[in-house]
């Protein structure tokens, strides 16, 4: 099995990016203003919900890469070939 390389590069950063904004609606908007109502009552709390928001939305973006890279070598070890 060949890889594009450009390719899963591309996929990476895009998953990455949706994750992340996935991430920062979830949990600075979610979670950090319905306790707060402005960033300034709680600067320490604000900066640390956006560094974990940070690392989530990679993390999510990822494993996601992950996931299909993963079922795309199930699939093509299997022998399907979908496209």
């Known amino acids: 099995m060949q890889i594009d390389r450009t390719g899963v ?8 990016a949706a994750g992340l904004v996935l991430a920062v609606r979830a949990e600075v908007l979610n979670g950090f203003y319905a306790r707060h109502a402005r960033w300034r009552d709680a600067p320490r709390a604000f900066v640390g919900t956006c560094v974990d928001a940070l690392f989530s939305g990679m993390a999510l973006g990822m494993l996601a890469v992950c ?4 079922l795309a070598a199930l699939l093509e070890r299997v022998g399907l070939h979908l496209l």
């Open 9 to 16: 590069w591309l996929m990476l950063a895009v998953a990455c």
């Open 67 to 70: 996931v299909i890279i993963g």
